[in-house]
């Protein structure tokens, strides 16, 4: 069974940076897509930034210029860059990993660090 570790979250103060990372937690034949969410108290989830297979990104538009996903295929590890953290983005982020086993896709949720932004 796979898993995805997730670490990085934490307190900042305002305009300080983050960068959270996400890994399974066992070897895997390959992963496609990878996204980061998250989900503010009292709001729905939203995408963050996403990564495709070939390295495409976008990102939602609250983030567009302070955040930035990457990712280590050796390491088999996405990372989400954050600078200029505001205290809109204040949440509890989640990795997405669409993983392929070789018989099949799934898409696989971390368990989401908490990043807080407080002065």
């Known amino acids: 069974q796979v898993h995805l570790v997730e670490s990085g979250g934490g307190l900042v103060q305002p305009g300080g940076s983050l960068r959270l990372s996400c890994a399974p937690s066992?070897?895997?034949?390959?992963?496609?897509?990878m996204a980061w969410h998250r989900q503010a108290p009292g709001k729905p989830r939203e995408l963050v930034a996403s990564m495709s297979g070939g390295g495409r990104t976008s990102y939602g538009d609250s983030v567009k210029g302070r955040f930035a996903i990457s990712r280590d295929r050796a390491k088999n590890t996405v990372y989400l860059q954050m600078n200029d953290l505001k205290f809109e983005d204040t949440a509890i982020y989640y990795c997405m990993m669409t993983i392929d086993h070789n018989v099949g896709y799934k898409n696989y949720w971390g368990q989401g660090p908490e990043v807080t932004v407080s002065s």
């Open positions: 066992g070897s895997v034949f390959g992963i496609l897509n």
